[in-house]
């Protein structure tokens, strides 16, 4: 029986040396292979998240230009009916506004800094000041200030023939960049 094992043993096959060189180098090579997929996918994702980056922040500034294009005409609107002291109207102009979702609260403040007209009724004859502290009535045109992330705060001038006859005020959520 010890024969028989003798010759089992003999018979079995050993790699050569270039055998065993061909497979640690087949083995290497699969490695290197699956490395590289693995790296060349995470540069791939990483440079699709800097895309969409960058895509949201051109989205968010598109929104900008077209509130500012939006701008110009809701002030003339409301400085027509301004002139006619017929807050009813504006009162109507901003209810339909805030049906849309992009708006969270629209106001009209008068020179002195009193909010005359607001969608939120609480802070109709409330000092805006008091609301916002440290936000200026005064600038010459459209001002924006960053409330929080995805939001910001308008305030456009409503201007009669020499002076400000008011500011509006809107509280703007920036829609998010859906790519698809």
């Known amino acids: 029986m010890k024969e028989s094992n003798d010759v089992l043993e003999s018979q079995r096959w050993k790699p050569s040396l270039w055998n065993r060189v ?20 995470y540069l791939g994702e990483r ?14 500034d598109i929104q900008r230009q077209d509130i500012g294009l939006f701008a110009v005409p809701l002030a ?5 009916e301004l002139i006619k002291q017929n807050y009813d109207q504006i009162d109507e102009y901003f209810n339909q506004l805030i049906k849309r979702k ?15 007209v607001s969608t939120d009724r609480k ?29 910001s ?11 400000r ?3 509006i005020v809107f509280l703007y959520s920036y829609r998010q960049f859906l790519p698809q």
Not at 129 to 142: D, E, I, Q, T, V
Not at 153 to 163: A, K, R, S
């Open 22 to 41: 061909l497979l640690i180098t087949t083995f290497l090579v699969i490695i290197v292979l699956a490395g590289g997929v693995v790296v060349v996918r």
């Open 47 to 60: 440079k699709l998240h800097e895309q969409a980056r960058v895509a949201e922040s051109r989205f968010v």
């Open 76 to 80: 003339w609107a409301v400085r027509k």
């Open 102 to 116: 992009v708006f969270g609260l629209i106001m009209l403040v008068d020179p002195s800094g009193t909010i005359t």
């Open 123 to 151: 802070f109709q004859g409330r000092s805006f000041s008091s609301r916002y502290p440290g936000l200026k009535l005064n600038a010459a045109g459209a001002v924006s200030y960053k409330v929080q992330e995805g939001k």
């Open 153 to 163: 705060l308008y305030l456009i001038p409503v201007m009669g023939l020499n002076e």
């Open 165 to 167: 006859i008011g500011t």
